[in-house]
């Protein structure tokens, strides 16, 4: 089983939280799999941004 995030649109709040819900589920899932996330964004709001990062260094 692949386990990939593929983030699209512009990040915003709604973004943010739905590709951070989905980091959490797979590493709660199996927490000794890597996540690949596949970024194609055109930018958004900066804080958002950050909140994704937190959690990828979580």
């Known amino acids: 089983k692949d386990r990939i995030i593929f983030?699209?649109?512009a990040?915003?709040?709604?973004?943010?939280?739905?590709?951070?819900a989905q980091m959490l589920f797979l590493e709660a899932e199996d927490p000794d799999k890597d996540i690949f996330i596949y970024i194609n964004s055109p930018g958004g709001s900066v804080t958002a941004g950050m909140?994704?990062?937190d959690t990828m260094q979580y």
């Not at 990040?11 to 951070?20: F, G, T």
């Open 7 to 9: 983030l699209g649109s």
């Open 11 to 20: 990040i915003d709040d709604n973004v943010a939280n739905l590709v951070i």
């Open 51 to 53: 909140a994704i990062y």
